[in-house]
């Protein structure tokens, strides 16, 4: 397993060792010891999800306000660029953004640390796409700025207008957004 830090060193990209030969591959996706090793993070996880999305579909910017979720994300079919935000106040990456492509093909996962908020957009017909939580889903506490606001400027690979959610129409901009400190 390989872990290099991002443009923002808090956000961690995750290449495992393959092993492969004619007959498929094998490898580690999660190794809590490997993991704490390299990153030295004791990260507890508690919840793990799985979505399935059409080409062009945007999902985000999420987050939980309180309860905030770290999470290890990794596509297992498809490909999507995904993107972390970091919303701690305190951070001097504060505002900023990082987008990595994640396929079932490389077969990266990125870590995005509880204070941020996180999405993705499809880039293949379909993407399945797998995360685990650091922390329970708490709907009352879900936030989501808008995908396409003006003071992050995400530069989406986008081919065509994105299909959201009614929930991501609804985003608020970055401005008016609620950070952790």
């Known amino acids: 397993m390989k872990i290099t830090a991002t443009a923002i060193p808090d956000v961690l990209l995750v290449e495992p060792t393959v092993f492969g030969d004619d007959r498929g591959f094998f490898y580690e996706s999660y190794n809590e010891q490997k993991w704490e090793e390299l990153t030295g993070l004791q990260t507890r996880f508690v919840q793990d999800n ?7 579909v945007l999902r985000g910017i999420h987050y939980q306000i309180k309860q905030p979720q770290g999470k290890l994300v990794r596509v297992v079919v498809g490909e999507v660029f995904d ?28 870590w995005v640390p509880e204070g941020f908020g996180h999405g993705f957009l499809v880039l293949s017909d379909a993407a399945e796409f797998l995360y685990r939580t650091t922390d329970f889903y708490a709907p009352e506490y879900e936030r989501c700025i808008v995908w396409n606001d003006t003071d992050i400027s995400i530069a989406w690979p986008l081919d065509g207008e994105p299909i959201l959610s009614e929930k991501d129409k609804k985003g608020v901009l970055f401005s008016q957004a609620e950070y952790y400190k």
């Open 83 to 110: 993107v972390a935000v970091d919303l701690r106040r305190s951070s001097p990456t504060f505002g900023q953004w990082v987008g990595e492509s994640l396929s079932a093909e490389n077969k990266k996962s990125l």
């Open 50 to 56: 799985h979505s399935r999305s059409a080409r062009n």
